[in-house]
T-cell receptor
């Protein structure tokens, strides 16, 4: 059965304090690895898709990377508005989500 | 482009009643997916539909739950005889085709069973 595990469950950072979120996956025939951002009371918002090991994508303070077993979401110099739940999802024959990492950035 | 529209945003039902959740996909999207999110848990796949067809319902509970995506109108997720354990946020997503894995999600319907 396809599985996606995210760590840590929650992360508190000071503004400007860079860190990384981890997503490990076990998926047969990975077709894509996705990162979403979810704000309270809202649906997930698409951030990145990664298709093959070694691939990297960047958007503002976020950078996503992919290996054969894991993906990382690196957050550089975060701001309070980056506070959200970050979801990782892997697509084998359906999109399977991890439980998410709740990120809080304090000013 | 209004995006994926779900209604109602909040729904309260008493135990034993029926809940109907609606989802209108993005314009041009013919693939619809329903997910359920329980507190402290990730999004769990329920069902994948195309117009008039259920493609994959492997995540749907065997009883009381059904889904449809008619030729005209929104996709409907129907829960009969609701129980407290059905309380959750239900999200709908859509995509242009099956190979487009970057689903666009709606804002969800939060179902509370009292």
């Amino acid at each position: 059965e396809d599985q996606v595990t995210q760590s840590p469950e929650a992360l508190r950072l000071q503004e400007g304090e860079s860190s990384s979120l981890n997503c490990s996956y076990t998926v047969s025939g990975l077709r894509g690895l996705f990162w979403y951002r979810q704000d309270p009371g809202k649906g997930p918002e698409f951030l990145f898709t990664l298709y093959s090991a070694g691939e990297e994508k960047e958007k503002e303070r976020l950078k996503a990377t992919l290996t054969k077993k894991e993906s990382f979401l690196h957050i550089t110099a975060p701001k309070p508005e980056d506070s959200a739940t970050y979801l990782c999802a892997a697509y084998g024959n359906k999109l399977v989500f991890g439980a998410g990492t709740i990120l809080r950035v304090k000013s | 482009n209004a995006g994926v529209m779900q209604n109602p945003r909040h729904l309260v039902r008493r135990r034993g009643q029926e809940a109907r959740l609606r989802c209108s996909p993005m314009k041009g999207h013919s693939h619809v997916y329903w997910y359920r999110q329980l507190p402290e848990e990730g999004l769990k796949f329920m069902v994948y539909l195309q117009k008039e067809n259920i493609i994959d319902e492997s995540g749907m509970p065997k009883e009381r739950f059904s889904a449809e995506f008619p030729k005209e109108g929104p996709s409907i997720l129907r829960i009969q005889q609701v129980v407290r354990g059905d309380s959750a946020a239900y999200f709908c997503a859509s995509s242009e085709d099956r190979a487009n894995y970057g689903y666009t999600f709606g804002s969800g319907t939060r179902l509370t069973v009292v």
